[in-house]
């Protein structure tokens, strides 16, 4: 069984940077990829960003690309999302995903994810 708990979320202004984090507990996360994903009101679940737990490729989407840096801390078993330069439209419940064995053609599907965060409150003020 995997738990994850999202916390770092606040109220920033457009510009700003916060960093999210994912505590995850679980007997070994080698296998799994590890995604953040947002929601708006009234939006679908979009993919943020994705890496694997042992390390290597990551992936993000294009609206966050370059702003946006995924990474994880093996020692605390924690997944962070170091979010800069953020935006009005970045507003969004910031959850915390993983996944067992996806193909890296599925990270950005939110139903490849198994289980997830409670999610984080972002709000971007402009």
């Known amino acids: 069984q995997v738990h994850l708990v999202d916390s770092g979320g606040g109220l920033v202004q457009a510009g700003g940077s916060l960093r999210l984090s994912c505590a995850a507990s679980?007997?070994?996360?080698?296998?799994?990829?590890m995604g953040w994903f947002r929601q708006a009101p009234g939006k679908e679940r979009e993919f943020v960003a994705a890496?694997?737990?042992?390390?290597?490729?990551?992936y993000y989407a294009d609206s966050v690309k370059g702003r946006f840096t995924i990474s994880r801390d093996n020692a605390k078993n924690t997944v962070y999302l170091q979010m800069n330069s953020l935006k009005p439209e970045d507003t969004a419940v910031y959850y915390c995903?993983?996944?067992?064995?996806?193909?890296?053609?599925?990270?950005?599907?939110?139903?490849?994810?198994?289980?997830w965060g409670q999610g984080t409150q972002v709000t971007v003020s402009s």
């Open positions: 995903g993983a996944a067992l064995v996806i193909g890296i053609t599925d990270w950005g599907k939110k139903e490849s994810y198994n289980y």
């Open positions: 679980a007997r070994t996360f080698s296998s799994y990829v």
């Open positions: 890496m694997r737990w042992s390390g290597g490729s990551t």
